[in-house]
């Protein structure tokens, strides 16, 4: 499967594959203080405690504040949303994967929730979807290493 990208503003996803197991992926989505490794967007990602529900960590990117961001949803070995706070609103970042056919393909999606969501969008969106399709290739180099 061709890595494809949603072009819609507010919600926007990416897809990929690989034939690295899904529990590569998943060491590669959780491994939360390596973020900045295949996300070049970033500087630094902390989490204050384990990967779980609720965890909660600061997300530090290479341009503008840090932000907190939290495990709002989590599905082990499938899939996981995490959600940081913008004004009047949530930015949702949500990776879930599933295996056919000997491949995995797994999806990163973003999604901004806000009175202000189209300014948001507008501002941040347009640079996280030209940098997805690169950082779903290094997920995937990463993922491939580990094989």
Not at 80 to 107: A, E, S
Not at 139 to 144: D, L, S
Request: hydrophobic share 35%.
């Amino acid at each position: 499967m061709v890595g494809q990208a949603d072009p819609t503003p507010l919600k926007f996803s990416h897809t990929d594959s690989t034939q690295a197991l899904p529990e590569k992926i998943w060491a590669v989505w959780t491994d939360v203080p390596q973020w900045h490794t295949w996300d070049k967007g970033l500087k630094k990602v902390v989490l204050s405690d384990s990967f779980h529900l609720n965890a909660k960590g600061f997300i530090y990117p290479d341009n503008g504040p840090k932000s907190k961001f939290i495990i709002s949803e989590l599905a082990p070995g499938k899939s996981y949303t995490f959600k940081t706070r913008i004004p009047f609103g949530w930015l949702y970042v949500t990776r879930k994967m599933v295996q056919k056919n000997g491949w995995t393909y797994f999806t990163h999606e973003v999604e901004f929730t806000s009175l202000l969501k189209s300014f948001f969008a507008k501002k941040l969106g347009a640079n996280y979807r030209s940098i997805l399709p690169q950082v779903m290739q290094e997920i995937k180099k990463q993922a491939e290493e580990k094989s």
